[in-house]
C-alpha cells in the first residue's frame, strides 16, 4: 500500500516503510518503564547542552532512515534540517525501500532502525510470523474536520450526493482492500447503516488515477489523499465530500516503526525521538496553531517532498502529526480485530509488545505535554 495510502503517502503520507539503524542496549517493553539514558559526558564549565535537555552523545552516530518523500515523514524532514538530530550528535541518513515486504524483514534485522508503516493485513501477519517490529510514535492521522484523507465526489453529482446514504449504488474507488483504506471506508458504511454490497467497489490502487477515472465518468466517488484532492477541486474534477473524522474521527492511518535493536537502544532512540517530537511541534505551531513560522516549514517541506508548490502547501489540508507523538491505540487495535474478522490474519498478534509507547512518555516527561 505504498502505491495506494503509500505511492500517494509518497505525495502526501502514508508509505508502508520507512527506517533507521544503530546498535543496541537494554531496553523495555511497551508496558515498562523507560530507564534513564546513561549520561553522555557533560559539557565543558559554563557551557549548556546543545538541544537544552539531555547532553549530545560523546560519538556521532548514524541513524538510517528509509522515507520517499512522503508528506507524513515532516517530523524527520524538520528534525534534520533544523538540527535537532545534530544537537544530540545524531546523523541522518535518507534512503528508500520499494515495498515493505523488503522493509520489514531489514528492520526487524536492525539493519535499518525506524521506520514509517501503516496499518494492513499483511503489516499485522508479517509480526505474527516473527518479524519483530514496534509501533513507537503517530506518523500520520487526520486533522478533526480537516482530513487529509478522506472521501471526494464527482463535481457533476454535486447537487445529488448531499449526504453519506446518497452514495447507496454508487462507484466508490479505494485504493487497497484489507488495509487501512479499506478500513475507513467500511467505517463510513457502518456509521451510515450501509452494507459494502449497498455500493460498488472500485479498486484503484494509485490515487493519480482515481482522477483519471472520475473525468471520465467511470467512479462516482473515492476516498482520496492530499495534494490530489486540492489539485482535483482546482481542476473541477472532483469536490472534497464532508470529512473522514465525522465517521472515524480516530483513525491511525501511520505510524512510526522501530527496531527492536534501535529502540533498545535507549541513549540514541530517545534523543531521536526528542528530536522527532520537537520538530512535530514546530510542525503543529505552523499547520495548526497557526503561531509559529509557516514559511520556514512549508520551505523544508518542499525540499524534502514531493510537493514544490509553496502556495498549494497552504491550501491543502495537512496530515496530521500529533505533537506529544501519541498514536490512537485503541484504533490500531480496532483495525487489528477487523482484519481479523474479515479473515485476512493468519496468526495472532501480542499488540502489547508490538505497540510500544515507551519512548515517547519518557520524551514528553523530558519536553513537558505539548500546549
Known amino acids: 500500500m505504498e502505491k495506494s495510502l503509500s505511492a500517494l503517502l509518497a505525495m502526501f503520507v502514508l508509505l508502508a516503510a520507512i527506517l533507521v539503524g544503530c546498535g543496541k542496549n537494554g531496553g523495555n517493553g511497551a508496558g515498562e518503564a523507560s530507564p534513564t539514558p546513561a549520561a553522555s559526558p557533560s559539557p565543558a564549565s559554563g557551557e549548556t547542552a546543545p538541544s537544552g535537555d539531555l547532553e549530545p552523545l560523546k560519538d556521532k552516530t548514524k541513524v538510517l532512515i528509509a522515507e520517499d518523500g512522503a508528506a507524513s515523514g515532516a517530523g524527520f524532514y524538520i528534525a534534520d534540517a533544523k538540527g535537532y538530530f545534530a544537537d544530540y550528535n545524531i546523523e541522518v541518513e535518507f534512503t528508500s525501500f520499494s515495498n515493505s515486504d523488503d522493509m520489514l524483514p531489514a528492520l526487524a534485522a ?18 505474527a510470523q516473527g518479524i519483530d517490529v514496534r509501533m513507537i510514535a503517530d506518523k500520520g492521522h487526520n486533522n478533526k474536520g480537516a482530513s487529509y484523507f478522506t472521501f471526494v465526489i464527482d463535481k457533476d453529482l454535486e447537487g445529488t450526493i448531499k449526504d453519506y446514504p446518497d452514495l447507496k449504488g454508487k462507484r466508490i474507488a479505494v485504493s487497497a482492500e484489507n488495509a487501512v483504506d479499506d478500513y475507513i471506508f467500511s467505517q463510513m458504511l457502518a456509521a451510515n447503516g450501509m452494507k459494502r454490497d449497498d455500493v460498488e467497489f472500485v479498486l484503484i490502487s494509485d490515487f493519480a488515477n482515481m482522477l483519471a477515472a472520475m473525468s471520465n465518468n467511470t467512479i462516482d466517488a473515492a476516498l482520496n489523499i492530499e495534494p490530489l484532492i486540492a489539485k482535483g477541486t482546482a ?58 513560522n509557516l514559511d520556514e516549514i512549508i520551505t523544508i517541506m518542499t525540499k524534502y517532498t514531493a510537493l514544490k508548490d509553496k502556495e498549494i502547501w497552504k491550501k491543502v489540508n495537512v496530515t496530521g502529526l500529533n505533537p506529544n507523538g501519541q498514536m490512537f491505540i485503541d484504533d490500531i487495535k480496532s483495525q487489528y480485530e477487523w482484519y481479523k474478522s474479515n479473515g485476512a490474519l493468519a496468526g495472532e498478534v501480542d499488540l502489547s509488545k508490538a505497540i510500544d509507547t515507551s519512548l515517547t512518555d519518557e520524551a514528553v516527561k523530558i519536553l513537558g505535554e505539548y500546549k
Do not use: C
Not at 110 to 127: E, K, L, M, R, Y
Open 235 to 292: 481542476e473541477g474534477i472532483h469536490v472534497k465530500f464532508k470529512d473522514a473524522t465525522d465517521f472515524a474521527p480516530e483513525a491511525q492511518i501511520a505510524m512510526v516503526l522501530g527496531s527492536p535493536k534501535f529502540v533498545e537502544n535507549r541513549d540514541v532512540s530517545l534523543r531521536f525521538m526528542l528530536a522527532y517530537i520537537k520538530a512535530l511541534r514546530d510542525y503543529n505551531d505552523a499547520f495548526v496553531k497557526g503561531t509559529g
Open 110 to 127: 536492525g539493519q535499518i532502525d525506524v521506520a514509517g508503516g501503516i496499518s494492513t493485513a499483511s503489516f499485522f501477519n508479517s509480526i
